[in-house]
C-alpha cells in the first residue's frame, strides 16, 4: 500500500496562472480531505468528500474546487492563484466507517506551493 | 473562531525529562480526540488518541490525560528523546460531521541532549 500520494511535491505559480494539486489513496477509503498548513496556524480544512460524487466546504474554500470522480482521486483545483494561497497543502484520507478507527486520518507528504 | 487552543507553541526538554503539551477545546459535541506528529517536510501521522469514555489512554512513552469537565486534554511524552523532537498537532471532531477534525496550532518539541 502507497497510503495516501500528492503530486507534485513542490510548485511556484505566478499570481494568476492556475494548477491542480493531485491526491490519490489506494486503501479504499471513503473520506477525503483538503488542508492548508501556514506557519502557526495549524491546519485548516479547505474541501472534503464523503465519497464519488459527494463534496463539500471546510473553513477556507475560496479561491478553490475539487471533484471526486472516483474513490481513490480527490484532485484540488487553484484558479487565479494568489500570494495568499502559498502553502503548504496536504490531502488525507479516512476509512469513513462504523469502528472505532473510523475517524483515524491518514496524511499524504504534502505539496510546498509558492505564488509569486 | 479558534476550537481548539494548543500551549505551549514551543518547549525544549532534555533527554530523559517530560513533555507536556496542553489543548483546550470549546465544542462539546467533540467525541474524538487524536495527537498527530508532524517532521519537517512529512505529513502529519496519528500519534495516539482518546474518546471522551476514559479519562487516560497510554502507549508507550505517550499518555494522553483528558478532563471532560474542564474541556481540557494534555499529551505527556515520558523518558523524552532526540527522536521525538518534531511538531506535535492536537485536534478534535464529533461523530456524524465526516471525521472533520480541528486542528491545534501545534507545538514544537526540542528534545536536547
Known amino acids: 500500500n502507497a497510503g495516501v500520494t500528492q503530486t507534485p511535491k513542490f510548485r511556484i505559480l505566478k499570481i494568476g496562472q492556475s494548477m491542480t494539486l493531485q491526491c490519490t489513496q489506494d486503501m479504499n477509503h471513503n473520506y477525503m480531505y483538503w488542508y492548508r498548513q501556514d506557519p502557526g496556524m495549524g491546519l485548516k480544512l479547505i474541501y472534503y468528500?464523503?465519497?464519488?460524487?459527494?463534496?463539500d466546504k471546510g473553513e477556507v474554500p475560496n479561491g478553490y474546487n475539487v471533484s471526486r470522480s472516483t474513490t481513490e482521486d480527490f484532485p484540488l483545483r487553484l484558479e487565479l492563484a494568489a500570494p495568499s494561497q502559498t502553502s503548504v497543502y496536504f490531502c488525507?484520507?479516512?476509512?469513513?466507517?462504523?469502528?472505532?478507527?473510523?475517524?483515524?486520518?491518514?496524511f499524504g507528504p504534502g505539496t510546498r506551493l509558492t505564488v509569486l | 473562531q479558534q476550537q481548539v487552543k494548543q500551549s505551549p507553541q514551543s518547549l525544549i526538554v532534555q533527554k530523559g525529562g517530560i513533555s507536556i503539551i496542553n489543548c483546550a477545546y470549546e465544542?462539546?459535541?467533540?467525541?474524538?480526540f487524536p495527537w498527530y506528529q508532524q517532521f519537517p517536510g512529512k505529513g502529519p501521522a496519528l500519534l495516539i488518541a482518546i474518546r471522551p469514555d476514559v479519562s487516560e489512554k497510554k502507549e508507550g512513552r505517550f499518555t494522553i490525560s483528558f478532563n471532560k469537565s474542564a474541556k481540557q486534554f494534555s499529551l505527556h511524552i515520558m523518558d523524552s528523546q532526540p527522536g521525538d523532537s518534531a511538531t506535535y498537532f492536537c485536534a478534535a471532531s464529533s461523530t456524524g460531521t465526516a471525521s472533520k477534525l480541528t486542528f491545534g496550532t501545534g507545538t514544537r518539541l526540542q528534545v536536547t541532549l
Open positions: 488525507a484520507s479516512s476509512p469513513g466507517l462504523g469502528g472505532r478507527s473510523y475517524n483515524e486520518q491518514f
Open positions: 468528500s464523503v465519497g464519488a460524487g459527494i463534496t
Open positions: 465544542n462539546t459535541a467533540f467525541d474524538y
